[in-house]
């Protein structure tokens, strides 16, 4: 009964390091989702993906790179990270097929402070 | 630009009353509109409402779509502190799944 599985749930970087949240599901939803949450801003979609192999951009992706080699994991790179980065990262998943678009399940999220 | 607004941006409130959270939108080849509640952690899903005009109910939590007006609104009657959260409301097109765009949140505290 995992669903949405994020590591870590914490990090502190330096300016300038790179790192790799991690997100796995394990409901074979085809649909994956990375936002990102300020205070007061809701949630900012950085990339998305609709199946292994393929990935697109959400509103926010500058800064941010992402791979789908397998349905169930999507990872978020960070290659150079900057404080303007410091957030909330929540990875989300659903099931779509034509006119079912089935609701996200989110994971608990990872809070990132870059220093 | 497609965006979700809510009000209030919080509200506190008394165990036992009853509260309504307002969110309206403006989205491109809109399908669908969903509400969460988060609580510390992962957004959590509560309903969502494509079609104008039928109430959702879930225990004490309800909500209705109006598509005309583009707004909906999620009610919570006989508030309990275990409802303090923030409701998030989302809407989104029918391509790529649901490509949501997400409201700022209404924060709800109940005071017991």
């Known amino acids: 009964n995992a669903g949405v599985t994020q590591t870590p749930k914490f990090r502190i970087l330096k300016i300038g390091q790179s790192m790799t949240l991690q997100c796995t599901q394990d409901m074979n939803h085809n649909y994956m989702y990375w936002y990102r949450q300020d205070p007061g801003m809701g949630l900012k979609l950085i990339y998305y993906s609709v199946g292994a192999g393929i990935t697109d951009k959400g509103e926010v992706p500058n800064g941010y790179n992402v791979s789908r080699s397998t349905t169930e994991d999507f990872p978020l790179r960070l290659e150079l990270a900057a404080p303007s980065q410091t957030s909330v990262y929540f990875c989300?998943?659903?099931?779509?097929?034509?006119?079912?678009?089935?609701?996200?399940?989110f994971g608990d999220g990872t809070r990132l402070s870059i220093l | 630009e497609d965006k979700v607004v809510q009000s209030p941006l919080s509200l506190v409130v008394h165990e036992g009353d009853t509260v309504t959270l307002n969110c309206s939108y403006e989205v491109t080849n809109f399908r669908s509109l969903l509400w969460y509640k988060q609580e510390k952690k992962a957004p959590t899903f509560l309903f969502m409402l494509t079609s104008s005009g039928i109430e959702k109910k879930s225990g004490r939590l309800s909500s209705i779509l109006d598509k005309k007006e583009l707004f909906s609104i999620l009610n919570i009657t006989a508030t309990q502190t275990g409802d303090s959260a923030v409701y998030l409301c989302a809407a989104g097109p029918p391509e790529y799944g649901n490509k949501l765009v997400f409201g700022a949140g209404t924060i709800l505290r109940v005071k017991s």
């Open positions: 989300a998943s659903s099931y779509s097929m034509g006119a079912s678009n089935q609701p996200q399940h």
